[in-house]
């Protein structure tokens, strides 16, 4: 099972790049056309700005988990840290089915000495 969904992902990355290379062909072609006219504002933003899935939920256990440190409400606190937890569940998974488990037992004691700070 593993495997297939391996192979499965591969395949979807291949159709998503085919995908984003047709996109950028049929843009470039009305560009010189003259068809579309870009500001500044309509490029799509650089893949070095890109932050990865893994980044983007580490980011979020950690602000959900420093917001539930603030907040009064044992509610809203216990709500938060559920968050924080959901995504830093997803992270690890994503992290150890990418092969990455040492990575993702580092990531997951920074965020938890995080919360010792």
């Not at 988990?65 to 709500?79: F, I, K, L, S, V």
């Amino acid at each position: 099972m593993a495997r297939f969904l391996e192979a499965a992902m591969k395949l979807w990355d291949l159709l998503a790049e085919s995908k984003i290379r047709e996109w950028t062909k049929r843009r470039e072609e009305k560009r010189t056309a003259g068809e579309l006219e870009l500001d500044e504002s309509d490029e799509a933003p650089l893949l070095e700005d890109a932050k990865s899935i893994e980044s983007q939920l580490f980011d979020e256990a950690r602000a959900a988990r420093h917001q539930a440190r603030q907040c009064e409400d044992p509610e809203e606190r216990d709500a938060l840290l559920e968050r924080s937890k959901k995504a830093q569940l997803r992270m690890m998974v994503l992290l150890e089915r990418g092969g990455y488990p040492l990575l993702a037992r580092s990531m997951e004691n920074r965020l938890n000495t995080d919360d010792d700070d």
